[in-house]
């Protein structure tokens, strides 16, 4: 096997930082809050009309499972590009409950830091049993992984 094929996936998981965010949510007047991650996918105006990022990332991360009708603070998103600062995300109504593929999607203002680069994800649909895959944000670390892990389920 050749290590090409590896080496440009490594690439493509490693270009791929720059669209992961961190994201603080469910913080309380008396709780410290959750931390979580996802990923800008797209553009899309803020509610105030600024131009704003789309971030999907799980919905149980951003709304309690336990508890629908819990209110809290908005959530806070902190770009990879610039880890020193964090901007309030607005909660959009499109979602996956957990039951149905927990999925979130957030909007933030653009931050002043250069866009982030588009990525090619590859055909999700080709992934096999074996193949090498990277994960991304491991331990909660922003760094991509130096090895490759194999694809086990979906």
Known sequence: ??????????????SFLDRMVR???????????????????GERA???GQPGYLIVTADHLVRDPGNSTARYQ???????????????????????????????????????????????MGDTQALLPGMATWQLGLGG???APSASARFALR
């Open 23 to 41: 994201i603080t949510t469910r913080v309380t007047p008396d709780a410290t809050g959750v931390i979580g991650y996802g990923f800008v996918v």
């Open 74 to 120: 908005p959530p806070r998103v902190t770009f990879y590009a610039d880890r020193t600062r964090n901007a309030v995300a607005e909660v959009l109504d499109v979602r996956l409950p957990p039951q149905q593929g927990d999925l979130a999607v957030l909007v933030v203002p653009k931050p002043s830091i250069p866009p982030p680069q588009a990525a090619v």
């Open 141 to 143: 670390l922003w760094l």
């Open 1 to 14: 096997m050749s290590g090409a094929p590896i080496e440009e996936a490594s690439q493509r998981a490693h």
């Open 46 to 48: 803020t509610a105030q």
